[in-house]
């Protein structure tokens, strides 16, 4: 029998922009990101026990339009850091959920230009703290006539 598996790590988000009525105002779609270096790492760390908290538990908007690049480890200009709102095992083998919700009075004092997701027992409310699992480019402006959810869908799968 010749048995030929891979596996793959498929990270994808979205953001959905309501107005103070709760009228979508606007919806991204999924879209894929780049999974870091050290978010690699640590998945392979914590296969390996090396790494025993590899949850992701913070999200982080910046104000830098500097592509991804691999191996970048933080924001390049961390502006807002939030606490996950909720994770929940989503539909289908092997995805994870994880939603960050951003009130009307949050993050409206800088042009957000990038977005991190950060892991590990280190990741805290500071700044640059934790691993950061992905990040992606985003552009807008938040004013306090606006919430923001934030879905990241995280997918470990057979390719």
């Known amino acids: 029998m010749n048995i030929k598996e891979l596996t793959g790590w498929l ?27 050290v978010g690699l790492n ?59 919700y951003i009130t009307e009075l949050e993050a409206n004092g800088f042009m957000t230009q990038e977005i991190g997701w950060f892991a590990g027992a280190a990741a805290s409310g500071v700044a640059n703290t934790g691993i950061m699992v992905a990040r992606v480019l985003y552009s807008r402006q938040k004013t306090d006539l606006e919430t923001w959810t934030i879905v990241r869908l995280d997918q470990i799968s057979r390719v």
Do not use: H
């Open 11 to 37: 990270g994808q988000w979205e953001i959905v922009i309501r107005d103070k009525n709760g009228k979508v105002i606007e919806r991204t779609g999924l879209k894929p990101n780049l999974i870091m270096d």
């Open 42 to 100: 640590m998945f392979r760390d914590v296969l390996n026990g090396v790494v025993t908290d590899g949850e992701i538990k913070y999200l982080a908007l910046g104000s830098s339009a500097t592509a991804p690049a691999n191996a970048q480890t933080q924001l390049v200009s961390e502006q807002f850091r939030k606490v996950v709102t909720s994770q929940a095992n989503a539909a289908g083998v092997g995805v994870l959920e994880t939603i960050l």
